[in-house]
């Protein structure tokens, strides 16, 4: 299983940027399995998004909506996907990024080894000692910020550029070097092999050779109508403002363009890292017997909607890359339009392993799909973002309620960008009453926050304050 993080639908074979994305690496697995055109996230935001992959389970069952809240102490009884696999005799290793990176939500005791993320890019931002315990803080070199937008110095990862660092001493080489000693050493038993890279997650820090891939390139930046937002609910109108100011910045000091240029040159960092593994798996024992799922957290907005970065239920935030690819699999090549969301990808590996789970799935198996693409589909994606908020996509509508009641609706057949909110007109009325069939029944409460916990990272406990409960994360 390999994630990548942040990244949307900008891949040559997704076709979602309007010019030239060098993804070889992504590509040549996309012609040995089946692309999911119109996959979506969970939750346009990581930890939601990555607990809903690893549980199977929706943000609306589970509670879990933002970066804030962990999964352990709030669902110890949840089985996870290395869980699942780890209990049934496989060897269950990972690096990188699976779960969300930060301290508290991947306990050790799903896992035989993992190899965490390293840090070493940017030590500089990483100075919280709950969130990342066993990271040393430096003071940052002195071509920080990279990005020359002086507005941004000091704003966490919210940089990017060309890093003064051997490409072999990235985090997400080393990270990806684990993965491929594992692959040489292991021996014929199962396994389940997480690999998460971090890019093109910010700071968009790429080795030159990356960079020079666009350097010449004529970078397409969004097109923003300035009346995009005159039709939308405040709701949205609130997140679409947020973080504004930075790329107002960005665009300010004359650097939008360059960031997009930094974040097209990320994805072809990490696309090379995909590649870096799947030689190693060809290369293996293991060539004609391993199931491969590719996958991104969630999409990124670079400007749309005046919006900067993720959080939010359009397509931008929420389209994302999905390919499954199974030794043998006869419709190799071929892409399927029906709309799928990662949710599916637990209750989809159960089914092509013939195993037993007791989990009722939010998602459906997609082995149907897996058979032939073009079979008859009835599942929209849906995705949900905060408490009550979910949208609803299938190949024609993008659908989305808000918990105020305030809806949105785009036919993506007319309006693939989303420019013209049809929600306030009558004729519209039955195609949003059909796809409101296919929201959550109800929204399970917000679970408590990391803030209700007293987490140990040495001993992984978390002590709930109030009750004084203890919640073992076993070593």
Known sequence: MISVDDLRDWTNFLGGYDGEVFTPHMDAL???????????????????????????LMPSTTGIYSNSQWLRPNHPEATTLPQFFKDRGFKVVGSGKSFHHTAGNNPPDQWHDYFRFPWADFPWTRSNKLNYPWTEWQPPPPEYPFSKVEYLRGKDERDWGILPRKESKYDDVVIVDYAIDFL???SGDPFFLSVGTFHPHLPWY????????????????????????????????KWAEARRDEMQAARDAGEWEEAVRCYLASISFADAQVGRVLEALENSHFAKSTIIVLWSDHGFHLGEKGHWMKSTLWEEATRVPFIIATPGMENSGQSSSRPVNLVSIFPTLVSL???????????????????????EWSHPSLIDFGYGNTAVRNEHWRYIRYNDG???LYDHQTDPNEWKNLADHPMYQKVKDNLAEYLPESYTENVPGKNAFVFDPENWTFTNKETGRVVHGRQ
Do not use: W
């Open 30 to 56: 996309a012609e040995r399995g089946i692309s999911f055109t119109n996959a979506h996230c969970p939750s346009p935001v990581c930890n939601p998004s990555r607990t809903s992959v690893m549980t199977g």
């Open 184 to 186: 040489e050493s292991h």
């Open 206 to 237: 790429i080795p030159k050779r990356f960079h020079d891939l666009y350097a010449d390139s004529e970078i397409q930046l969004p097109v923003v109508p300035e009346n995009d937002l005159d039709d939308i609910p405040p709701i949205p109108r």
């Open 353 to 375: 392993l013939s195993l037993e789970s007791n989990t009722d799935f939010d998602g459906p198996d997609l082995t149907p799909l897996l058979a032939n693409p073009d079979a």
């Open 406 to 408: 305030t809806e949105e």
